[in-house]
């Protein structure tokens, strides 16, 4: 059954929920009252479909369906999770709150994206305080995964546990903020890097964009993969955290921060900030730095994944969660007709100079196809690990017909042919119905210690004499057996 989440507020970070859960299959109901939040939330769309499947090695999940509500009972009808992103105004935030727990059924999820708020504060008066709570979410929010998740005492610990399952569910990283406390954690750290630039910016010291390349070129790249405390326990040489406190302790003392002091926020103030940061970024408009931060994160987000570290991880635990669940949806009983078994979509990575997809990636495909028969039969990293695998021994590839940014492929395989030690795969990469390349391939069974073939193990080869009799009574495809250049 395929979820629904309600979302109530559809701006910056609204819709950037909306796309998350969408991309993640689940429906979207959106209610805002703006004439342009329907707008909005489609160019937020285009974005986050051309970002968010770069960070995925798995077939993403169809998509969900996106609706928008006239009132928030629509909205919220048979939703199983809610997430409140109206402006940052607490009147206004206890208002929705009393019309979501109208209509929202008893223990529904309810989380709220306030940066400041806390979750006590959000449930005053609430008929029923016990469902809401904060999800604070980073923008944008179909890449970053962070979520703080704030309860209060009067929070049911059932419904923070469900809901952090859901969060982990659609790929994010839910943070259990165990105190409440005014701008959580994260926020409250922004708060001060905030405060102190805006000093620099007042007191020309700094440009908003002398303080960015001070960010950009140094210290926010440690952060992003490292933290603070990490960071500082390597600064510390090796004797680590000690002596970086102790050489570092005495300067807190010193004055080096304006932390408690907050500028005058006034129209000079305001104007000296946008007219610098026009002058600094107005070239472009706020789309298109959103894709520009989009594909710089994209290439960060893959590096860390490639190590398995930081918000690399969770990515691969995303991944790994969403491959058991789609390979239970496979229908693996013998029979006549090719296995469905990759669904992929051309990224932006995938194209080349004539405008399509180039010519590696259909090796790719055929790997993704290949790779999930191989799981199918048993074949997986676990049987790699105790030492034995299918090798590629010859591979031969058609193109005929071409693939597009953003097009939706599918990989089905039949196998022609198949023993003990060997199998003859035929792979067609399908753009709806159209076939726009077929890949055949032989692989053989290998004994890895020895790196000679050797027959399959007795599980692995019943799985596969299964399939291969089941495609034993479907004809010799189009095109299998052909050789380079042959007429047709
Ligand atoms: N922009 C940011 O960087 C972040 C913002 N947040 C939080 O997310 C929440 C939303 O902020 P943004 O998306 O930035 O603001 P925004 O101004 O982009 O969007 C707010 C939306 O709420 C809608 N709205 C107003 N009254 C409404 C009502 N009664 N029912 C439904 N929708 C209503 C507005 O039409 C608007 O589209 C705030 O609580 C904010 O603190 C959290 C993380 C980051
Ligand atoms: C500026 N802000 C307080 C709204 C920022 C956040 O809440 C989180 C973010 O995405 O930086």
Redesign the pocket.
Known sequence: MTRKAAIIGGGVIGGGWAARFLLNGWNVSVFDPDPQAERKISEVMANARAALPALSDVPMCAEGVLSFAQTITEAVEGAHYIQESVS?RLDLKHRVFAQIQQSAELGTPIGSST??FKPSELQENAANPATIFVA????PVYL?PLAEVVPSPKSDPAVIENAKTILREIGMFPLHVRKEID?HI??RF??AV?REALWLVKDGIATTEEIDEAIRMGFGLRWGQMGLFETYRVAGGEAGMKHFMAQFGPCLTWPWTKLMDVPEFNDELVDLIAGQSDAQSGHHTIRELERIRDSNLIGFLRALKDRNWGAGKVLREHDAARAVAFHAEIDTAPKAEPLVLAHMQVLPVWIDYNGHMTESRYYFANSETVDAFLRLIGAGMDYVAAGNSFYSAETHIRHLGEAKLGDKLTGTIQIISADEKRFRSFVRIMKGDDCVATIEQLCLHVNMATGKSAPASAEVWGKLKAIADGHAALPLPEGAGRAVGQKK
Do not use: I, K, Q, Y
């Open positions: 940052e940066s400041g604070h979410p980073f923008n970053l701008a994260a926020d922004l708060e905030w």
